[in-house]
């Protein structure tokens, strides 16, 4: 159902995305965390680089966000001496190490609206910041990712690197259905409400974070852009190709068992249907209608072809009456789980029971038109052939599609939010809400720092 934009997160769906204004009262637009760890000798020509970079070409207030992940070498003094000589760069400490915790902890904590990080190394040719964050600015998309991987990118890499990443995204479209191109490209942004609810699903804190993280975004419906990058390879990377193989194949196990039980509440990331006022207020039309129809029809497509094989089936042991209960019985629980997870997107076994006991009665009506056809056709021809026998019971299911699609909708699977307007009808001229202040995060502590206060830690945040 349509709902207005909102200042925060609510436990329903999101707010519709809308363009960042030029004058973001102060704050940075963006924020762009460098997790490192041990990197002493690049951090510093990357900041410096990244930060040149920013001022030349961006057109928005923005921070470099440096978070060492539990560095032993000299990175923690780097990173304070830049922070110290470039007023828009900070640094963080974490005492453990893990890509996906930092980002998670500063993201977390960021107050920038558009959130976005690069690899130290910048393999990837930094003209494709802008166009990886203006789609988040101007409202567009929720997340953004470099690719490495579509046709015009270029990338220059060894040949066992190139086949590592080609194959773990075959893997990754295999196994859990993902349509991105490229998914563990160091290059990716997301805005701010988009990561406040998708970053508590994320269980993984290393290298398999960000897969994880667009894996869920897909699967919820959230809007991901794809920017073609020139990118590369670094010779001295640090990443241990074996070990953080075995640890993506192991994080797409636990995802892909995760979506397949339905115990993620991916309803919290649904987005209104458009962004455009008009279709927040459509009057006198039911939320999410259309896509119900369509679920409906396709689940009921494929049920109608269980039924009739399963019918087929027992009819050669059976008589008519018999073998239609039990195909229907057997294909009415099928359709009853498919429509609850498909059509209405009921995530989670809470309810599940009430549910196919629901169904079961919608099945009973089915059962006394199908059953009544046949009876009738029974009485009519004394013998019917077979081919006569499945015409009948397919206009009998399709008598009752109608009235089964109203049962699930109203009954068995009814959409309980609430639309906040009190009039169907919007006002020819909406009133525009006051602007709210957005809540300050908590402080994230510099590197280096044994007390820091909010004032010392935020000094240097904006240009």
């Known amino acids: 159902m349509p709902t207005q934009p909102t200042t ?24 762009v965390v460098i997790p490192v760890h041990n990197e002493e000798k690049d951090l510093e020509p990357c900041v410096r680089r990244l930060h040149d970079h920013l001022s030349r070409t961006f057109p928005y207030g923005f921070r470099v966000t440096v978070a060492d992940n539990a560095s ?4 923690p003094a780097v990173a304070a001496a830049l922070a110290a000589a470039l007023p828009e760069v900070r640094s963080v400490r974490l005492e453990q190490k893990g890509r996906g915790r930092a980002l998670r902890t500063v993201w977390s904590r960021s107050d920038a609206p558009v959130l976005a990080y690069l690899d130290v190394d910048l393999s990837t040719d930094l003209n ?44 990754l479209r295999g196994s859990l259905a993902a349509r991105f191109s490229d998914a563990q490209c160091g290059f990716k942004a997301i805005r701010r409400e988009v990561a406040q609810r998708l970053l508590p699903m994320v269980e993984d804190t290393g290298w398999f974070f960000d897969t994880e993280m667009l894996v869920l975004a897909e699967r919820a419906g959230l809007r991901i852009h ?39 509440p991916l309803d919290r990331l649904a987005r209104p249907f458009g962004d455009d006022p008009r279709d927040r207020g459509l009057a006198g039309v039911p939320g999410g209608l259309a896509r ?19 019918y087929s089936a027992f009819r050669l042991g059976t008589g008519p009456q018999v073998a239609n209960a039990a195909a229907l019985l057997v294909s009415a629980v099928a359709n009853t789980a498919a429509n609850r997870r498909l059509t209405f997107r009921v995530r989670g076994r809470g309810g599940a029971v ?45 008598a009752a599609t109608v009235l089964r699609f109203l049962l699930f909708r109203l009954w068995v699977f009814p959409d309980r939010r609430t639309d906040p307007r009190p009039h169907a009808h919007p006002p020819a001229h909406p009133p525009v809400p006051a602007p709210v202040p957005a809540p300050v995060p908590d402080p994230l502590p510099d590197a280096g720092s044994t007390s820091p206060t909010p004032s010392d830690t935020f000094a240097r945040n904006s240009r």
């Open 354 to 398: 009430r549910h196919q006991a629901q169904g079961l009665v919608v099945f009973g009506i089915g059962l006394a038109l199908t059953s009544g056809s046949l009876a009738a056709l029974g009485a009519a021809t004394g013998d019917p052939a077979h081919s006569t026998e499945l015409a009948v019971l397919i206009t009998a299911n399709l």
């Open 128 to 171: 494709a910041l802008l166009p990886l964050v203006a789609p988040l600015i101007s409202g567009h998309s929720d997340l953004a990712i470099g690719s490495r991987l579509t046709r015009s990118s270029r990338v220059v890499r060894g040949p066992k690197r190139e086949l590592v990443s080609r194959a773990y995204n075959l893997i």
């Open 226 to 264: 794809e920017v073609p990058v020139d990118w590369v390879d670094d010779p001295d990377s640090s990443v241990h190709i074996v070990r953080t193989a075995a640890d993506d194949l192991k994080g797409v196990w636990r995802v892909g068992r995760a979506l397949a039980t339905g115990s993620l």
């Open 8 to 31: 925060g997160p609510t436990p329903g769906a999101l707010p519709a995305r809308e363009h960042l204004p030029a004058d973001a009262a102060g704050r940075p637009v963006l924020d």
């Open 72 to 75: 032993t070498d000299r990175t």
């Open 292 to 310: 119900q129809l369509v679920g409906f029809c396709a689940v009921g497509a494929l049920s109608t072809l269980f039924y009739l094989a399963l």
